[in-house]
Each structure stands twice: as structure tokens, then as C-alpha cells.
């Protein structure tokens, strides 16, 4: 007759326990924990507790550039004008604004506005001063070439 009990021991590399040891702390969790955590997960088809601000901080990080090269590439084809359709039909936005339906306004306004947008997660203040003014309109934010000022739709 079997026995139900199993007894069976797990061996693992000295490094990597040290490892898991010190990620456990640096998260407050204990590594029994962690490990009934990670078994649960694995049979839930899940993304282990520990994974999860892992991957979290790995979507981030690869999207970040990924965002932000995209911006850049759509602002080069605004300015070669191969424009696909959604592009142009911003940009013509633009010319439809009637000089009474524009409020202008000073750069600082403008950083401002851009700062309550995505534009602030992927540059900083740096590239806002590096930037052309076509970048801004994505946000909104328009520039008069005539007037040499920044303006948005009333």
C-alpha cells in the first residue's frame, strides 16, 4: 500500500536563493510567500506576484521610445508632407481656426499645457525647447508663423 505523503526536496542554486532572498526584503515579502504566490499564480495561468511590477516596469521602459519615435517620425512626414490621412486632416485643423476662435500664448502657457499631457512621459522640459513647432500640434497647440506666437482653439 502507497502512502500519500510525498516527500520531496527542491535544490536551488545558492545565487539565485540569495537573490530571491533579497528581492523578497527590498519587497517586504516573505520568500515562503513569494513561493506559495508564485505557485498559485503559475496554476492560475497567471503572471507571478513578483512578475507583475516587473513587467509593468519593462512596458514601460520599452514603450517609452517606441512612443516617442513615432512622434518624431509623424512630425518628419508632416514636415516632407506624405501626410497619411488622419495626419493632414490635423494638420489642416490648423488653417480652419479662425483668427477670433485663437487664444495666443506665451511659451511658458505652452509648457504648461504640454505638462497635463502624455508629452511630459516620454521628454522633459529639455526637449521642449528643442522642439519644432509642428510637434506641438498634436496636443492642440498651434503656432502662427506670421505672428511668431504659439495659440490654441478658444
Not at 527590498?26 to 498559485?40: R, W
Not at 497619411?84 to 489642416?92: F, Y
Request: glycine share 4%; net charge neutral.
Amino acid at each position: 500500500m502507497s502512502s500519500n505523503n510525498h516527500d520531496f526536496s527542491v535544490s536551488i542554486n545558492k545565487e539565485k536563493l540569495q537573490f530571491l532572498n533579497k528581492y523578497c526584503q527590498e519587497n517586504n515579502l516573505t520568500t515562503s510567500a513569494f513561493i506559495n504566490q508564485l505557485i498559485d499564480d503559475f496554476f492560475a495561468s497567471d503572471i507571478p506576484v513578483g512578475g507583475r511590477a516587473l513587467v509593468q516596469k519593462y512596458l514601460e521602459e520599452i514603450t517609452a521610445p517606441l512612443t516617442q519615435r513615432l512622434e518624431i517620425i509623424e512630425n518628419q512626414l508632416k514636415i516632407k508632407g506624405n501626410l497619411p490621412d488622419k495626419l493632414a486632416k490635423e494638420s489642416s485643423k490648423k488653417a480652419q481656426i479662425k483668427e477670433e476662435n485663437r487664444k495666443y500664448l506665451p511659451r511658458h502657457e505652452v509648457w504648461q499645457l504640454l505638462k497635463k499631457t502624455s508629452f511630459v512621459e516620454y521628454s522633459g522640459y529639455d526637449n521642449f525647447l528643442k522642439a519644432t513647432v509642428d510637434e506641438f500640434e498634436n496636443y492642440g497647440i498651434f503656432f502662427d508663423q506670421e505672428k511668431k506666437c504659439y495659440f490654441i482653439e478658444k
